[in-house]
């Protein structure tokens, strides 16, 4: 995230106004509230500093300028400090080139931003500025005398706000007195000094207290910031001269100076041919610079109609392909349909021949549920036959012994030729059934 910078304009005013204010209101608050809430309510010289509200006023304006003056005393040891950190490299014993101020003006520029502030850093880069700006070293002196008055002057300004404390301090002191002279004569009457001269004294006192207590704080504080000021003005006039010595000694004969006080006229050829050099070069960068873009606008051109040409390709290849997969896609789908007819045709053979066999076995089993019943009918035929023995059995041993013998031996050939008549009816059906199996396997 960038932080935008204050302006100059908003920086000088909270420097020279605002924080003196700001100051001034802090040391104010601090005094009285030792003052109120210290071990010196007792004092008997207290009286000056809270007898009227006019003393208040006073001591913070006084504390405003002391403010101010601490400020411009932080800013002075802050030069002095700085003087012997902020300098150039020293002289070549050629001197140097015209061109190599802005490489200076980039070094200077280069250092921390602590020392950007500083009066020798401000002066060393508005002369190297100059130099640039002009391409000559030839008023390098009369610029150096020029920045010098302006510092001087911008010294002589910074004072504005401690000499208005200091003229208006006293303005306030003789307020206060006219106030106190005030407060004394209303208070006083011809009955009160008639009837009352203790009581009408005390307050007449009063008021005259009042009158010469805010006069004399204000006097003293008056001279106490003038006398403060006097002395920042000496030690500032004395840092000045040091900045202007020391910003001449490196800077002048730094430079190569071109022409003389007798023949000016070769710096201006100089600028000439320089000025004459320089167009010939942009010129030539100009020109270089236009075969550079005709350049590229050929190849620009060489590349849009060999991606034209590419996009042709790329379109022609790409229908071409198109155009076969359809092809194959659609020879797919038909082997595909015929594949799955086939399989259908497949599937329907399958499944009439599953339903041949299906009916076939039905009808075997049909079959065989009558041969079953067939010999169902042979076993209970062979039930009858052996009861018919056990009834012959016992009827032979009902006749044995009887004279019937002869009839009985009729009726047991009539039962047997039955019996043959049967077992030969049960023999034919059977081979009957086996004749069909052998049809049906067939």
Known sequence: MTVKKSSPFSRNLSNKLVWPMILGAAFTTVLYSVIHLGPFQGWSMLRYLIGHPVEYVEVAMFMVGVGALLLKGGQILSDFRGADQVSLPEIPPGRMPISEAPNLLADLRE??????????????????????AAETASGL????????????ERAEHDYSLV???????????????????????????????????????????????????????????????????????????????????????????????????????????????????????????RQTEL?????????????????????????????????????????????????????????????????????????????????????LRVVEATGEVTNLEESLNRNLKALSGSHHFEETVSNLAATIHLLNSRMGSAHESRSLGRKDEKGHAA
């Open 291 to 375: 075969w550079r873009e005709t350049v590229s606008v050929a190849h620009q051109h060489w590349q849009r109609v060999m991606g034209s040409s590419q996009e042709q390709i790329e379109t022609g290849i790409r229908e071409a392909l198109t155009q076969s997969l359809k092809t194959h896609a659609e020879h797919l789908a038909a082997a595909e349909q015929q594949t799955i007819e086939s399989r259908q045709q497949e599937w329907q053979a399958f499944t009439d021949t599953l339903q041949t066999l299906t009916e076939a076995m039905r009808e075997q089993q049909d079959k065989l549920s009558e041969q079953g019943e067939v010999m």
């Open 141 to 152: 002196q009369e610029e150096l005398k020029y920045l010098s008055d302006i510092d001087a």
């Open 111 to 132: 250092m921390p931003a602590r020392f950007h502030n500083l009066l020798i850093h401000r002066r060393l880069s508005s002369v190297l500025e100059h130099v640039e």
């Open 163 to 285: 000499r208005i404390v200091i003229w208006a301090t006293p303005m306030l002191g003789f307020l206060g007195t006219v106030i106190g002279i005030t407060l004394a004569l209303g208070n006083l009457s011809p009955e009160a000094l008639v009837n009352e001269p203790k009581v009408a004294m005390e307050s007449l006192l009063q008021g005259l207290s009042v009158a010469f207590d805010t006069t004399a704080l204000a006097l003293t504080l008056s001279i106490v910031l003038m006398f403060g000021q006097f002395l920042l003005a000496r030690v500032e006039a004395e840092q000045l001269t040091m900045i202007d010595q020391a910003a001449s000694d490196q800077l002048l004969g730094r430079f190569q100076v071109d022409g003389s006080q007798t023949d000016p006229n070769v710096a201006a050829i100089r600028r000439m041919s320089e000025k004459t050099i320089s167009t010939t070069q942009d010129l030539v960068l």
